[in-house]
Every structure is written in C-alpha cells, then in structure tokens.
C-alpha cells in the first residue's frame, strides 16, 4: 500500500469483478442502441477504460475536461468546461463516465448542458458514489460504489494530480492535506 493511504477501501478484485457486473446490466440496457459514451477527464480514464472493453454493444467515444475543484479537497462549485466533447450529440443516446459523485454539481451542470445541446439520453454511469455529500438534485442511474464521506485516491481519482495510478482506491492520510 502507498506510503499516504490510511487504507485501502476498494481493492483491485472488488472494482473489477463490480465493473463487469455494471457493464453487463448497461449491455442489456443499451441493446440494439449504439451510444456515446463521454468520459469526463482525468479522473475517469482507467474506470472508463476497464468499463468499455466489458460492454459489447456498439459505442462511439468522447471526452471532456471539466474542472470544479482547483488544488484543495472540496468543491469550489464553479464549472469550468476546459475540453469540450467534439461530436454532435443532438438526438443521441449519451452515456457520462464519471469517477466519483461528490456534491453532484459537476453531474447535475453536465446532464443539463447535453439535454440543452439537444441529446436523446443522457444516462450516468459514476464509480464512486459519496451520497451524503449530495447537494445537487442528480442522481447517478448506474453506480458501482456507494461509498463514506472520505477523501479518496487512486484508479484515477487524484489529489493534487498524484496518485491516480494506483491500482486500488485508497483512503488519503488527513496528514497529507490537513
Ligand atoms: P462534485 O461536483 O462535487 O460532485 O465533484 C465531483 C468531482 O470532484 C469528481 O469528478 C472528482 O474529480 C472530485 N472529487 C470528489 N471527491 C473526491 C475524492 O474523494 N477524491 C478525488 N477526487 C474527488
Ligand atoms: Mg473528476
């Protein structure tokens, strides 16, 4: 384990053998559809990645880079959109990849902004679900995890953009950023 984790919450096996299951049910969901599938940037690369090498309907990829957040552990809740998704996504069924749900003011800015551009869909897929800190009125339709009030890091989730190759997700020493 990393010499900054306090421990580890999710082990390698947990969220593998979780996002194969998620994958499956969106299989099933999305059949005869072909999708979207938006991930928003960098937190959801390795989540994104696991995710749609397990579906086996047809998709189209995209991504965004979106940031709320600047250097520290809580939201500033000001979205900045610094990479747009480069498709036309009126009348299509678009699918957001999400690494974790916090406030929920970047998902809930996210979905509004693809129905305004006239999308058929917006569905939302997130990793890690942090519910008790939701301020925003969204709630994810496909979840992996829900998971305590806790700073967390690794497969992708960062903090000061270290520790996102981390192959687990781990819990951040308050020592670290306190
Ligand atoms: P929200 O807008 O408050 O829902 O924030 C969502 C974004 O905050 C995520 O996409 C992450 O980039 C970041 N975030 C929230 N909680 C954590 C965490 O525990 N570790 C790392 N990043 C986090
Ligand atoms: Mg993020």
Redesign the pocket.
């Given at each position: 384990m990393h010499i900054d984790c306090e421990r580890i919450m999710l082990t390698e096996e947990q969220i593998k053998e979780r996002v194969v299951e998620v994958a499956k049910q969106v299989d099933k969901d999305f059949h005869g559809k072909e999708p979207l599938v938006v991930g928003?940037l960098k937190?959801s690369i390795i989540f994104y990645g696991d995710f749609i090498r397990c579906l086996h309907i047809p998709i189209t990829l995209d991504f965004m880079v979106v940031s709320?957040?600047g250097a520290g552990?809580v939201?500033s809740g000001n979205l900045k959109i610094k990479k747009d998704v480069e498709s036309d996504v009126k009348g299509k069924d678009v699918i957001i990849i999400?690494?974790?749900?916090?406030?929920?003011?970047?998902?809930a800015n996210l979905k509004q902004l693809f129905v305004e551009r006239g999308a058929k869909t917006v569905t939302i897929i997130t990793l890690l679900d942090?519910y008790e800190r939701r301020t925003a009125d969204v709630k994810p339709d496909y979840n992996c995890f829900k998971i305590e009030d806790?700073?967390?890091?690794g497969y992708g989730?960062?903090?000061n953009e270290r520790y996102r190759m981390l192959p687990y997700i781990g819990i951040l020493k308050r020592s670290v950023y306190e």
């Open positions: 928003i937190g709320s957040y552990t939201s999400e690494d974790i749900i916090d406030s929920g003011f970047t998902l942090k806790e700073f967390v890091i989730l960062d903090y």
